[in-house]
């Protein structure tokens, strides 16, 4: 199916383990975008891609890290999952660069215990 | 860099209503400011936005007006309906050549439409 997906949609860790998120889309975009939601910070960027092999840092991208081998997938892996790791993250993906509008995933629901 | 700020956090208003979103930013050569709208359990969806040479763009019941020079932005709803309630979230970026045009959104707010 033509989208944006996200997985797993719920996931439970430990402190202290490493966890990944995928992300895939089918449209080929270029740029694709990692957003953590909190309660009263909105979305913040952890890191964004502008294409296969770039990647850059956002605002809180300490503790997590991306790579983008193929175009359709965007992996944000937590290195050593903290409780302020505990969020829901949305996947994003954009085909122009700049005055583009985003089309985002339906998130996964991070618990840290 | 960019900041963007949204009030209010929280908004009810009874149906047939409007309801103004508000959002100022801090960044003068930002130039596209689009508006999501979030549904419970789903992820942001985009319903309208605008660029900096347009003062305002309207899409039915929505509008989205922009101010360069005092640098702020609101979604308006009109008849509002209850279908409206849901997060809503300005964002901005600079986008053009030679920039990602990543966007930085505004902390959200919550729109109650009561029946």
């Known amino acids: 199916d033509a989208g944006i997906t996200q997985s797993p949609r719920y996931k439970i860790t430990e402190t202290g383990r490493q966890v990944t998120l995928m992300c895939h889309q089918t449209?080929?975009?270029?740029?694709m975008f990692w957003y953590r939601q909190d309660l009263g910070h909105g979305l913040r960027l952890i890191y964004y891609?502008?294409?296969?092999?770039?990647?850059d840092k956002g605002e809180v991208s300490d503790g997590y890290v991306v790579s983008r081998s193929k175009t359709e997938n965007f992996p944000l892996t937590l290195e050593s999952a903290t409780r302020s790791q505990t969020s829901v993250y949305f996947c994003?993906?954009?085909?122009?660069?700049?005055?583009?509008?985003?089309?985002f995933g339906s998130g996964t629901r991070l618990t840290v215990v | 860099g960019e900041n963007v700020e949204q009030h209010p956090s929280t908004l009810s208003v009874q149906e047939g209503d409007s309801a103004v979103i508000k959002c100022t930013y801090s960044?003068?050569?930002?130039?596209?400011f689009p508006w999501y709208k979030q549904e419970l359990g789903k992820g942001p969806q985009l319903i309208i936005d605008?660029?900096?040479?347009?003062g305002e763009k309207k899409d039915q019941r929505i509008a989205v007006t922009l101010n360069k020079t005092a640098k702020h932005f609101s979604l308006h709803i009109t008849e509002t309906q209850p279908e409206d309630s849901a997060v809503y979230f300005c964002a901005a970026s600079t986008g053009g050549s030679g920039n990602t045009g990543k966007l930085i959104f505004g902390q959200g707010t919550t729109l109650q439409v009561k029946p």
């Open positions: 960044d003068s050569a930002s130039n596209y």
């Open positions: 994003a993906s954009s085909a122009t660069q700049g005055a583009g509008g985003y089309t």
């Open positions: 891609s502008a294409a296969a092999d770039i990647t």
């Open positions: 605008i660029r900096s040479n347009v």
């Open positions: 449209w080929s975009h270029s740029y």
